[in-house]
C-alpha cells in the first residue's frame, strides 16, 4: 500500500502519540460524516413532514398530501440497503477510507440538489418524480455510511474503552441533528408564503458546505488498522456479499433485531409524533425544537451509554435502554395527545434523547463487534439498513397511516413503539456480549468458544490489549 498505515499504532496503547493522532482523525472523520448524514435526513424528515405535501404534493390535500411526503421518506430507506449491500461489497474488499469518501459525497450532493428542486406548480408530476429519483440516491449513498463510520471506530478504539471511542462519532448524529431542528424552528417564524416559496431550499443547498468540510477531513484519513492486517495477511474476502450471507445469518438477526426499536424510536419521535401534534394544533415550530432539546441530550447519553457498555457490557446496557423506552412509551402518547406545546417539547425530548439513545450508545461498539473482520463491513451494512426499512424508514408513513385509520388517536401509536420495543428486549436475551472481543478475528462473535470469552480483558482494568500479534481464524 502506498499510505503509511497505522495498522501497528492502533493495536498499542494509548500512550503512543501517533496512534492517538489517528484516533482523534479518524473520530472527527466519523463524527462529521455522521452529523451531515442526520442532518440531511433529519431535515429531509422535518420538510416531509411539514412542507413537502405542500408544494411537491399540493393536489393531493393536507392529510392525503402528508401520507404522500412520509412516504418518499420511506422510499429513501428502500435504497439504503441497496447501497449497504454495494458499498459494504466494497468497504471489505478495498478499504473503509475510499468508500467513505464516496458515500459522503453522493449523499449531501444529493441533498444539496434537492435545494434546487422545481416544485409541482412549476413542473407538475416531474417534481415529485425528481424529488424520489434524488431521495433514493441520498439512501444509496447513506445505505453505507454510518456503517463505515461504525466500522471504522470500532477498528480504531483501544480495546477496553471501545464502547466509548466508538460512540463519540454518533454525537455527530445530534449534532447534525439538532442542526436540522434549529434550522426549522427558524424556518418556522417565517412567513408560510417565503417558507413555501424559497426559504425551505437554504438548509439542503447548505449541504455543500458540510460535503467540503467532511471531504477535506477523510482525504487526511489512514486506512483501518484491521483492514490492513487483513491485506498484508492476505486475507481479504474474495466475496464479502457471498460470504455474509452464507456465514453470518444468526448475526444479521440479532443485529436487525437490535436496531428495531432504537432506529424505529428514534424516527417515530423525530417525524411521526411531529406530524402527530402538529394535527392537534401545536405550533409547527415546537416539534423541532423538541428534537433540538432532546439531540442535546444526546450528546450526554450516548456517550455515557458506550462507556457505560465497557463497564458492564453491551447487551445489559441496551437492555436497560429498551426497558426505558417501553416504559416511555406508555405514558408518552397520552401525554402528547393533550396539544400542549410544553408537554411535547418535554415528551420528546426525553423519549428521544434519553430512551432512544441509551440503546444507540450500547450499539455503537456492539454491531461491528458481531462480526468477523473479513466481512464486518457489509455486515453492520445489512443489519443497519435492513432494519432501517422495517422500522425507522417506514414507521412515520406507518404512522401516518394509522393516524388517517383511527382518527388520529394516539393508542396505535403507541402500540406500534412497544412492539418495536419488545422486539428489541428479546433480542438482547439471545445476543452474545461482545465487550472487548478481539476485532482481527475472521468468525462472529456468535462462533466465539467458551475458551475465547473467558479469555476477554476485564473492563478497564490495566492498560489496553495488544491484538497485534492476534492468531486470526482460518478460513
Not at 210 to 220: F, H, M, N, P, Q
Not at 363 to 374: D, I, M, N, Y
Not at 439 to 450: N, P, R, Y
Amino acid at each position: 500500500m502506498a499510505e503509511n498505515h497505522p495498522s501497528t499504532e492502533a493495536l498499542r496503547g494509548s500512550d503512543d502519540p501517533e496512534y492517538a493522532a489517528n484516533l482523534k482523525r479518524a473520530t472527527l472523520a466519523a463524527s462529521v460524516g455522521s452529523a451531515l448524514e442526520y442532518y440531511d435526513f433529519a431535515l429531509y424528515s422535518l420538510a416531509s413532514a411539514l412542507i413537502f405535501g405542500k408544494i411537491f404534493f399540493p393536489g393531493l390535500g393536507d392529510a392525503a398530501g402528508t401520507v404522500a411526503s412520509l412516504g418518499t421518506l420511506a422510499i429513501g430507506f428502500l435504497a439504503r440497503p441497496l447501497g449497504g449491500l454495494f458499498f459494504g461489497t466494497l468497504g471489505d474488499k478495498l478499504g473503509r477510507k475510499w468508500v467513505l469518501m464516496i458515500t459522503i459525497a453522493l449523499m449531501g450532493g444529493a441533498s444539496t440538489l434537492i435545494g434546487a428542486l422545481p416544485t409541482a406548480d412549476q413542473i407538475g408530476i416531474w417534481a415529485p418524480i425528481l424529488l424520489v429519483v434524488l431521495r433514493l440516491f441520498q439512501g444509496f449513498g447513506a445505505g453505507a455510511e454510518q456503517a463505515g463510520a461504525t466500522v471504522l471506530m470500532a477498528e480504531y478504539s483501544p480495546v477496553r474503552r471501545r464502547g466509548f471511542y466508538s460512540a463519540l462519532p454518533f454525537v455527530g448524529i445530534m449534532l447534525g441533528t439538532l442542526m436540522a431542528s434549529l434550522v426549522f424552528v427558524g424556518l418556522g417564524q417565517v412567513p408560510e408564503e417565503a417558507l413555501l416559496g424559497w426559504v425551505w431550499r437554504i438548509p439542503f443547498l447548505a449541504s455543500i458546505f458540510l460535503i467540503g468540510v467532511a471531504v477535506l477531513i477523510r482525504l487526511r484519513l489512514q486506512e483501518s488498522p484491521t483492514f490492513v492486517k487483513l491485506e498484508k495477511q492476505d486475507q481479504v474476502a474474495d466475496n464479502p456479499f457471498t460470504e455474509v450471507f452464507r456465514t453470518a445469518g444468526p448475526s444479521l438477526l440479532r443485529g436487525i433485531g437490535l436496531r428495531m426499536a432504537e432506529n424505529g424510536g428514534s424516527y417515530i419521535y423525530q417525524t411521526l409524533a411531529i406530524t402527530y401534534v402538529s394535527k392537534l394544533g401545536v405550533q409547527s415550530s415546537i416539534g423541532p425544537l423538541a428534537v433540538a432539546i432532546g439531540a442535546i441530550l444526546g450528546f450526554f447519553t450516548i456517550p455515557l451509554a458506550g462507556s457505560l457498555s465497557d463497564k458492564f457490557g453491551r447487551m445489559k446496557v441496551y437492555r436497560v435502554g429498551a426497558i426505558v423506552q417501553l416504559v416511555l412509551a406508555l405514558a408518552a402518547w397520552p401525554l402528547l395527545s393533550l396539544g400542549n406545546a410544553v408537554v411535547t417539547v418535554i415528551v420528546i425530548a426525553i423519549c428521544y434523547g434519553i430512551g432512544v439513545n441509551i440503546m444507540l450508545g450500547a450499539q455503537c461498539a456492539a454491531l461491528p463487534e458481531l462480526f468477523g473482520s473479513r466481512h464486518r463491513y457489509i455486515g453492520v451494512a445489512v443489519a443497519r439498513e435492513f432494519s432501517a426499512i422495517i422500522a425507522g424508514g417506514i414507521a412515520p408513513f406507518v404512522g401516518a397511516l394509522l393516524l388517517a385509520w383511527f382518527s388520529n388517536s394516539w393508542i396505535p401509536l403507541a402500540i406500534y413503539v412497544i412492539l418495536l420495543t419488545l422486539i428489541t428486549l428479546y433480542t438482547t436475551f439471545h445476543t452474545p456480549d461482545t465487550r472487548a472481543r478481539d476485532l482481527t478475528l475472521l468468525s462472529d462473535a456468535v462462533e466465539d468458544t467458551e475458551e475465547q470469552v473467558n479469555d476477554r480483558p476485564a473492563p478497564l482494568a490495566g492498560s489496553y490489549k495488544s491484538t497485534e500479534n492476534a492468531r486470526p481464524v482460518n478460513v
